[in-house]
């Protein structure tokens, strides 16, 4: 079975410019969630779905960013207008569900620069 | 403000020692703890987990603690093998359903396992 995957796995954009980051779960997952790691720091919360619904979005830094679900499965994460401090590592994770404690199982990355 | 501190950026060992990598945290609310592995250019996979309601949690070679009256668990790998060199990330969830499952990690101790 496959694992969660994420694509591009590297991006590298200029300032100003938008980029889209896409994660594929692992199917059957109802919970996806986004988090972003940059230089030096630990993992941070950005967004969580349960299903196609966002219920947390309190960690997506600023209007500039924004996520969507569709089928229950595949999400788009959007940076628009990509400013320096973008720059990190973008991972998705994705679990059967939230009722009780369910492992989350993290994809690879997309490692994003913006120049 | 950090909920889940990992005060050691970094640890080495000689291979068939004890590592013992150890994590804090603030946030009362946290019931479910977990350790993370991550290798270099790919996302962190689980290792183990602990549940507030016990002390001590083993599968092989690794063991977590958890002390709540002092808000730290730790995590021991013994006996230490080079292949274990990575990074080890803390994190913490709270109760309840929805987005409380959301993992809130630490900054990651880079483990060193010398042959």
């Known amino acids: 079975g496959a694992g969660v995957s994420q694509s591009p796995s590297n991006k590298v954009t200029e300032k100003g410019k938008d980029v889209e980051l896409r994660c594929d779960p692992i199917s059957g997952h109802t919970a996806l969630y986004w988090y972003r790691q940059s230089l030096g720091q630990g993992l941070e919360f950005l967004i969580y779905?349960?299903?196609?619904?966002?219920?947390?979005k309190s960690g997506l830094p600023s209007d500039r960013f924004s996520a969507e679900r569709t089928g229950g499965s595949v999400s788009t994460l959007t940076i628009q207008r990509t400013q320096q401090e973008d720059s990190a590592v973008y991972l998705c994770?994705?679990?059967?569900?939230?009722?009780?404690?369910?492992?989350?199982?993290f994809g690879p990355g997309t490692r994003l620069t913006v120049l | 403000d950090q909920q889940v501190k990992q005060n050691s950026p970094s640890l080495s060992v000689q291979e068939g020692r004890i590592s013992i990598l150890n994590c804090d945290y603030t946030?009362?609310?946290?019931?479910?703890f977990l350790w993370y592995k991550k290798y270099p250019a790919e996302g962190p996979t689980f290792l183990i987990s602990?549940?507030?309601?016990?002390d001590k949690n083993e599968d092989g070679r690794f063991t977590v603690f958890l002390n709540k009256s002092a808000k730290h668990l730790s995590l021991h790998i013994v006996p230490s093998q080079p292949g274990d060199s990575a990074v080890y990330f803390c994190?913490?969830?709270?109760?309840?359903?929805?987005?409380?499952?959301?993992?809130?990690f630490g900054k990651g101790t880079l483990l060193t396992v010398n042959p």
């Open positions: 779905f349960q299903g196609n619904s966002a219920p947390d």
């Open positions: 994190a913490a969830s709270g109760r309840g359903g929805g987005s409380n499952y959301k993992l809130t």
């Open positions: 994770a994705s679990s059967f569900g939230t009722r009780g404690y369910n492992e989350q199982f």
């Open positions: 602990i549940s507030s309601i016990k």
């Open positions: 946030n009362s609310m946290f019931d479910y």
